[in-house]
């Protein structure tokens, strides 16, 4: 690396703008009202802060296995912005490389912003009752997977030291907020709700065969 090279990429507006952008729609999808629904987002809020910090702000998980492997590193010049990709740097830090990684990884993450719209107008359009049909005949909590499938495709983008750890606490929050809701929903719709959620999995599609319009319109 030469003398004259930072070791940060310095595009902090690219870091506000991502996270109000991200937090703007996850937000909107999963608006927080009780306290436990405020720290999960809390907890989203502090992984896409780690997240954009390093991807346009200052790479620290690069400057750490720099200086571990020295030059062993599998590149010369870690601290350009392609290479700060790691997948791209394992997959040998080609163009098709990026380009593969990077498209994989926002299809991924778009995918789960469509799953999150569709889910959340489900519920708004419901009005109260319990929703079975379209996208929650597949999942239980189709908000949440589609959070899930958002920070996937972030891991895969852009995997850091700092959102590796803090994914699991992230998904451990919401997978108890949604044990805690469907709690909620046994209690509101009773035999229906049970009936339903023996049924349909929670976060991961089964695609086996059957009837997807036999509980008609609601909300879950």
Avoid: C
């Amino acid at each position: 690396m030469s003398a004259d090279q930072s070791y940060a990429y310095g595009m902090w507006f690219l870091v506000i703008f991502n996270v109000v952008l991200f937090l703007g729609f996850v937000g909107s999808f999963l608006v927080p009202k009780k306290q436990r629904e405020w720290r999960s987002l809390g907890v989203f809020t502090a992984f896409i802060v780690a997240l954009f910090v390093e991807m346009y702000g200052f790479p620290l998980t690069i400057y750490a296995l720099t200086s571990l492997l020295g030059s062993y590193y599998p590149v010369a010049n870690p601290f350009t912005h392609k290479f700060g990709h790691l997948w791209v740097v394992l997959l040998g830090g080609s163009n098709f490389a990026w380009a593969a990684v990077m498209g994989l990884s926002t299809f991924i993450m778009y995918f789960g912003l469509a799953v999150m719209w569709r889910g959340w107008s489900m519920i708004h359009k419901a009005q109260g009752e319990l929703v079975t049909t379209g996208v929650y005949s597949y999942v239980r909590h189709p908000q949440y997977a589609g959070l899930f499938l958002i920070t996937v495709g972030m891991l895969i983008q852009w995997p850091t030291f700092a959102t590796i750890l803090m994914w699991p606490i992230l998904m451990a929050m919401y997978y108890r907020l949604a044990l805690r809701e469907e709690r909620e929903m046994v209690d509101q719709f009773g035999e229906q709700y049970l009936e339903y959620r023996s049924r349909v999995p929670a976060f991961i599609p089964s695609f086996r065969a059957h009837d997807r319009t036999a509980y008609g319109n609601g909300r879950a």
